[in-house]
């Protein structure tokens, strides 16, 4: 059993204006270094627990212990930091910047956080390390966002969360735009990546056929105690 990264205990979550909770976990952990698939179907609370992990949002009760801090006793600017500091987030559409180009896009993190950009060195070598990494064409990398395909926009948000060597990866079903061939191909190329970074990987999809490729896969339903509407 790996250390733990993550252990969630009692957590709970009720979005403002609704009657009862969305998200009701008795525990939820994560090892360092495991990379981990969580399936939910639509409804589940799969993106409500990443907006608590983020820090996007704070729990109404429970504890998050992240690498020993509580984050659910932390303040709005210090979960920020936090935030961007120690994770790398895969969106389901990517969230790049179309204007800038794909390596200032890849680079954007160290901008944000000294120490992302400390833990990268010297920043463009570490962008273009990850960009080879992703195998993403040199051709490509002074092209705006915007002018890439679907696959080469994923690639490139990938190595933009991996920069600067986060503890945690949140992928929040970054494989839905693609089919099976390039899906198998993007995992092989995250995963060679993610353990370069020596970090932990929580891959959020409704694709129970990626699944059988993680150290450990759970489906939230079955560990998600509220009363979820269908």
């Known amino acids: 059993m ?4 993550l252990s969630i205990e009692q957590l709970s979550f009720t979005w403002p204006g609704t009657p009862r909770p969305v998200l009701d976990l008795p525990e939820f952990s994560l090892g360092r270094g495991e990379k981990l698939f969580l399936y939910g179907p ?23 212990v992240f690498d020993g801090v509580d ?54 070598a570490a962008v273009e390390r990850l960009l080879k990494g992703m195998d993403l064409d040199p051709d490509l990398w002074m092209r705006r966002a915007d002018a890439l395909s679907v696959g080469q926009q994923q690639r490139v948000a990938a190595a933009r969360a991996l920069i600067g060597q986060p503890a945690l990866v949140l992928a929040d079903e970054p494989t839905s735009a693609l089919d099976s061939d390039r899906r198998a191909q993007f995992l092989d190329l995250l995963f060679a990546q993610v353990e370069a970074a020596d970090s932990t990987l929580l891959f959020v999809s409704h694709d129970r056929e990626l699944a059988a490729r993680f150290d450990r896969q759970l489906d939230l339903s079955e560990i998600n105690q509220a009363e979820v509407a269908a």
Do not use: Y
């Not at 790996?2 to 990264?5: A, I, N, P």
């Open 2 to 5: 790996s250390e733990s990264l």
């Open 42 to 64: 639509s409804g589940s609370g799969k993106s409500t627990l990443l907006a608590l992990i983020g820090g996007l949002v704070r729990a109404d009760r429970g504890r998050m």
């Open 71 to 124: 984050l659910t006793k932390l303040s709005g600017p210090r979960r920020d930091r936090f935030r961007a500091e120690q994770l790398g987030v895969i969106f389901q559409q990517f969230n790049l910047l179309p204007w800038l180009d794909v390596r200032a896009n890849v680079a954007l993190p160290c901008r944000f956080s000294r120490a992302r950009a400390r833990r990268a060195g010297n920043i463009q």
